[in-house]
């Protein structure tokens, strides 16, 4: 069955616009969850949706939201975007939020802002 | 608050010989561990989880790791490496039957394996 898949995989932007990025998770999960990956942070939480519900969410600023649709797919928007927002963006979903329940990662959205 | 620190940012070994990747984990209620392995430009594939049980868990592509709760370390093993191992790896760990599924990384260990 297909994977994770995000979308775009690839975009630059500019500073002050605003970006949103689309995960579509394995068929039949219901939970989805966002991590930014840079060089200096590493990997971090973002947000975690189940059942068009925020459950959970990392220490990122208000500029950076989500929402997850009835069909499990999620966006992240990122407004006013700022130089250090230049990441790869991993979708993961999830039959529940089970923590015992193997998470898959998508491949990812690069994002650069200029 | 739980934090991961992986001892080595970087680990350099010849194909064939085995390999250690550290994991040190900080908790102050039980939790689950994972590692991730990461290709270039791809994102995070599970190589093993531990829930409960047997403190030796196998994993896939020959990797194991054991899970020591005296020294809250989850070090992964592989007796001999190949070419194709060469990625970066990430040790997680989520809270133990909490609310809350997000995962919390390790900075990382990139693997290099040289022919």
């Known amino acids: 069955k297909a994977g994770v898949t995000q979308t775009p995989r690839y975009l630059i932007k500019t500073r002050g616009q605003q970006v949103t990025l689309s995960c579509s998770p394995i068929s039949g999960h219901r939970s989805v969850s966002w991590y930014q990956q840079t060089p200096g942070q590493g990997l971090q939480f973002l947000f975690e949706y189940f059942s068009e519900t925020q459950r959970n969410k990392g220490n990122f600023p208000g500029r950076f939201s989500g929402r997850q649709f009835s069909n499990s797919r999620s966006e992240m928007n990122v407004s006013t975007l700022e130089l250090g927002d230049s990441a790869l963006y991993l979708c993961?979903?999830?039959?529940?939020?089970?923590?015992?329940?193997?998470?898959?990662f998508g491949e990812g959205s690069w994002l650069t802002v200029v | 608050a739980q934090s991961v620190t992986q001892l080595d940012s970087q680990v350099p070994v010849f194909e064939e010989a085995p390999v250690e990747l550290r994991c040190n984990y900080s908790?102050?209620?039980?939790?689950?561990l994972f590692w991730y392995v990461q290709y270039p430009n791809q994102g995070l594939q599970l190589l093993l989880k531990y829930l409960s049980g047997s403190t030796l868990v196998k994993g896939i592509n020959g990797f194991e790791a054991e899970f020591n709760k005296s020294q809250t370390s989850f070090h992964l093993r592989k007796p001999s490496v190949h070419i194709s191992d060469t990625a970066e790896y990430f040790c997680?760990?989520?809270?133990?039957?909490?609310?809350?599924?997000?995962?919390?990384f390790g900075k990382g260990t990139k693997l290099s394996v040289k022919p």
């Open positions: 908790s102050s209620v039980s939790v689950y």
């Open positions: 997680a760990v989520s809270n133990y039957g909490g609310s809350q599924g997000n995962l919390i």
């Open positions: 993961a979903s999830s039959f529940s939020p089970d923590q015992r329940n193997t998470i898959y």
